[in-house]
Nanobody, 121 residues
């Protein structure tokens, strides 16, 4: 069973930084990718960034590439999302997720519980 536990969310001022981490357990070679999504109130979850587990190839949503960076620690089975220059419009619930087929940003099979990120102006 895949289990995902996020940490690192919180309140930050505009222009600040946060690092989200997600500790994953239960991953096998059947799983394709791991990454981050976010959800605004009343909206669908949207992909931000993910990593293909077999070779570490990252994907990042183009509009975020200058501010968000994803990393994967294979020894700790932890995926992190470093976020810089945060804006109030980044306020959302951020979810860690695992996909079992390509692409790594589509239709995850497993979700973490989510962590709230609030950016104040």
């Amino acid at each position: 069973e895949v289990k995902l536990v996020e940490s690192g969310g919180g309140l930050v001022q505009a222009g600040g930084s946060l690092r989200l981490s997600c500790a994953a357990s239960g991953l096998t070679f059947h799983h394709y990718g791991i990454g981050w999504f976010r959800q605004f109130p009343g909206k669908e979850r949207e992909p931000l960034s993910c990593i293909r587990l077999n070779d570490g190839k990252p994907y990042i949503e183009e509009s975020l590439s200058g501010r968000f960076t994803i990393s994967w620690d294979n020894a700790k089975n932890t995926v992190s999302l470093q976020m810089h220059s945060l804006k109030p419009e980044d306020t959302a619930i951020y979810y860690c997720a695992v996909t079992d087929r390509e692409p790594c940003y589509y239709n995850p099979a497993y979700w973490g519980q989510g962590t709230q990120v609030t950016v104040s102006s």
